[in-house]
């Protein structure tokens, strides 16, 4: 019998879930994961935020909570709580009421919905993302009705840092009313952040272009350990005065990657339109998911509103945050113990989870046939898959892949 779905192709495999598949498939005794863009422990394990389990059991025993729909829209001491922490709590954007935040499914979630309802109400129909920069940022807004997707540039390969000149120059020749994909701190895949003073070329360059910040915060508070650092570019461009909305994330710094927990922050010029801009986000949610879940949200909404749970979070994030520091720095020390050709300081200028180590595909490939060690192929690494117990080995692999198959950009110069 004919089948309808015989017409349907084999989609490609998403390439940083293929390979945790490999890894967990793989028997070999000493292989690492450095792929999937979560927190591990020092011993490789997954963790779960001791204050996110102690609200969890206090929520179990709390006979008033109930599993009826949220609003639409979400929960609103969550979004309130995401949208203070943010923009910082006293700041005059939210007592002016031009700043609200809508809950969604996460980072990935705030980026769909925000997208089409630019795509749909704005009209706008041209995104810039980063190169490189998170794989999904295209896709999604491909699906949400933009058609004409531009990259601006970002890494320069051969000092392993910003090619700012060459980003400038790309947002300058942008087309008015472009989105232009920001991320707020710890850039992904890359690592390397715009100093304050290269963010304020790039506000003068948008303000003057008139093009349109759609920043991704993934990693507040997570990237530095310092909740107002790592807000403090999507502060500026609120101060500065631009209108701008922010897809933001708890999946990395409260560790609730299944939840699905996010907020989408929106910031206008007048409170007048903020009535009217809510009711068409409620027809795009409610025709896309029809309401988000409670579970994650009550946990960080709970937390975020509790002085003393939230001063235990903030330890959290600042140990996780600490330990990524200290992996870079011994990566590295490992590199230069063991001479591995070229200049590795990159590893820990770079901040968040993510290094973009510079290795080759051919060199990567290498890793993961040999040495069992996972990394994608571009050369990125999740630096939290590094531990104590396999540091070594890691750096081991890396000198010897870099040895056989050097590359141009291995002996470059100094940074």
Request: glycine content about 6%; overall charge neutral.
């Amino acid at each position: 019998m004919v089948s309808r779905f015989e017409v349907v192709e084999q989609g490609p495999p998403i390439e940083v879930f293929q390979l945790n598949k490999l890894f967990i498939d793989d028997s070999f005794k000493n292989k690492v994961n450095l792929t999937v863009g979560a927190y591990r422990d020092e011993n490789g394990k997954p963790w779960v935020l001791p204050v996110v389990r102690k609200t969890e059991e206090q929520m179990a025993a709390d006979q008033s909570l109930l599993h009826e729909y949220l609003p639409v829209l979400g929960l609103d001491q969550f979004t309130a709580a995401s949208v203070s922490m943010l923009l910082g709590e006293d700041n005059p954007v939210i007592a002016a009421g031009r700043a609200f935040g809508i809950q969604t499914l996460s980072g990935t979630g705030g980026l769909r919905v925000g997208s089409e309802f630019l795509n749909k109400h704005l009209k706008y129909t041209t995104f810039y993302y980063s190169d490189p920069t998170w794989e999904n940022h295209h896709l999604v807004f491909m699906n949400s009705g933009f058609t004409t997707p531009r990259t601006y540039r970002y890494w320069d390969p051969k000092t392993r840092a910003i090619d700012f000149d060459g980003l400038i120059e790309d947002l300058k020749n942008a087309p008015e009313n472009s989105v232009i994909i920001l991320h707020a701190c710890a850039h992904n895949p890359t690592g390397i952040d715009p100093t304050h003073e290269q963010w304020e070329k790039i506000a003068d360059v948008m303000e003057e272009r008139k093009l349109f910040p759609f920043f991704d915060s993934a990693y507040q508070g997570f990237a530095s350990g310092d909740l107002d650092r790592d807000a403090w570019a999507v502060r500026y461009f609120v101060k500065r005065g631009f209108e701008l909305v922010c897809a933001q994330s708890y999946a990395k710094n409260f560790g609730l990657y299944n939840e699905r927990v996010g907020n989408l922050t929106i910031v206008m010029s007048d409170a007048k339109y903020v009535a009217a801009t809510k009711s068409q986000l409620t027809w795009i949610v409610r025709g896309m998911y029809s309401n988000p879940p409670a579970h994650g949200a009550r946990v960080v909404a709970t937390v975020l509103s509790n002085k003393q749970l939230f001063d235990e979070w903030r330890d959290h994030i600042k140990y996780m945050s600490s330990r990524v520091i200290q992996m870079r720095e011994a990566l590295r020390s490992e590199l230069i113990k063991l001479g591995t050709p070229g200049n590795w300081d990159h590893i820990v200028k770079q901040i968040g989870l993510f290094s973009y180590t510079g290795l080759t595909q051919r060199q990567s490939d290498y890793l993961i046939q040999e040495y069992h060690i996972y990394l994608l192929r571009t050369g990125r690494i999740n630096i939290c898959g590094l531990n104590p117990g396999n540091v070594e080995y890691v750096a081991k692999a890396i000198h010897d892949a870099v040895t056989k198959f050097p590359a141009e950009h291995n002996s470059r110069p100094k940074l």
